[in-house]
């Protein structure tokens, strides 16, 4: 069961992931684009309102595959030398404060985007809805915390055998 899940939480990071380089190429091509047209013509209007709101699918579609990659910084200098079943122990504790925290986030940016979306919040210049790129935002804390979740299973099941969890 757990690796059913653990291939489906690889595979949705994977695809939002996807999702997210896309929005990075947009935000270079509407940023090349604008540089071009500043020089004969004018710039490419709203430009920054685009390459704000590209930013935040990137950011928010992205992070997941970033934390089931384990390509944020961690400090283990310490932890390292410790032995397997504490490493565990740290492991765990880790998670589960990190999913704790995580969850609460995803939960208000979630709050945030209803209001946004029910207040009718807009770019400034274009008038493009904030709330569907918060909503991504919010998607994207979720599955930080699904890979957080996975995290803390993998990190018991270590506790439990004695290992160091993967």
């Given at each position: ?22 929005a990075l190429f947009f935000s270079m091509a ?96 274009l008038y493009i809805p904030l709330a569907p ?34």
């Open positions: 069961m757990l690796n059913l899940f653990d291939r489906f939480v690889q595979s949705l990071t994977w695809r939002t992931a996807q999702v997210a380089q896309i509407i940023i090349v684009a604008n540089v071009i047209a500043r020089i004969p013509w004018k710039p490419v209007p709203g430009t920054v309102e685009i390459v704000e709101m590209s930013g935040a699918v990137l950011l928010g579609l992205g992070v997941a595959y970033t934390a089931i990659m384990k390509g944020h910084i961690a400090v283990g200098v310490l932890v390292d030398t410790l032995p397997p079943r504490i490493q565990a122990a740290v492991d765990t504790f880790v998670s589960a404060v990190s999913l704790f925290f995580t969850s609460i986030l995803a939960w208000q940016i979630y709050i945030y985007a209803l209001t946004s979306s029910q207040r009718g919040y807009t770019t400034g210049f790129s918060i909503y991504l935002v919010a998607f994207g804390m979720f599955m930080v915390a699904l890979v957080l979740f996975r995290d803390l299973i993998k990190a018991l099941i270590a506790l439990v055998k004695g290992g160091v969890s993967g």
